[in-house]
């Protein structure tokens, strides 16, 4: 990964919470820069098109959790990636970060190292996209994948996939017929610092089986799954 490439953004009402992120991201050699409320940390997104956002949740003007959704709303950076990293650690707090659209949510304080492992692992989906498809609409069978709009259609009929069932959706159909290996779905859709389990995939199989078609998705008892266009 060459870290220079990509920008993060650091919005957080804490001066010495910026500085310190700051040094510690330009040390890794990724492209910053910070502001201090919601409000202009949306206006800055829009124009500078950061890969990855650091958001915390209490701060005037525009809270972290307005802050999200806004920014989910914004067809430019609607899928930027964003971390909350926030003292806030409450179970109610957690859950309305995720539901604001929120890739993770890291608590403080959290060691550099750790915060670093985490951001790796977030950024490594842009590495997984397949360049010659990215952005774009692609038909496979019955169906249709629209990456822009994170919607799939089956027949022409819209289907609304949650976040983490279209990202796993989209690397199995990033390479029809090729088998993936759980671990690489995992460090892929959840990143190799989330926590979950095999079972985790199997349950996103099944929900993606259940509104698509069980004839789209192998099972490769022992190793992974692969996805396939049924021969007709």
């Not at 910053?32 to 950061?50: D, F, Q, R, Y």
């Not at 159909?173 to 690489?184: A, E, L, Q, Y």
């Not at 995939?201 to 266009?229: A, C, M, P, Q, S």
Request: charged share 30%; hydrophobic share 35%; glycine share 6%.
């Amino acid at each position: 990964m060459d870290k220079s490439n990509y920008k993060i953004l650091v919005v957080d009402d804490e001066e010495d919470i910026r500085e310190l992120l700051v040094h510690l991201l330009e040390k890794e050699g990724f492209q910053t820069k910070v502001c201090s409320n919601g409000l202009e940390g949306l206006k800055i997104a829009m124009s500078w098109l950061p890969h990855l956002i650091l958001l915390d949740v209490m701060m005037p003007e525009m809270d972290g959790i307005e802050t999200c959704r806004e920014i989910r709303n914004k067809k430019e950076i609607k899928n930027t990636i964003i971390a909350f990293l926030t003292a806030r650690n409450e179970d109610y707090s957690q859950i309305a970060g995720f539901d604001s659209g929120a890739d993770d949510y890291i608590s403080k304080p959290v060691k550099p190292r750790v915060l670093i492992s985490r951001i790796n692992a977030l950024l490594r989906r842009y590495e997984n996209q397949p360049e010659d498809n990215s952005g774009k609409e692609i038909e496979l069978g019955e169906l249709k994948i629209n990456r822009d709009k994170f919607l799939v259609y089956k027949n022409n009929t819209p289907i609304q996939l949650p976040r983490k069932e279209f990202e796993l959706l989209d690397l199995l159909v990033s390479k029809p017929g090729n088998v993936f290996t759980r671990s690489h779905i995992l460090d892929s859709v959840w990143g190799e610092d989330v926590v979950v389990g095999d079972r985790t995939i199997d349950v996103h199989i099944r929900k993606l089986r259940e509104k698509l078609g069980d004839n789209y998705f192998k099972t490769i008892k022992g190793i992974g799954y692969k996805f396939e266009v049924p021969v007709e």
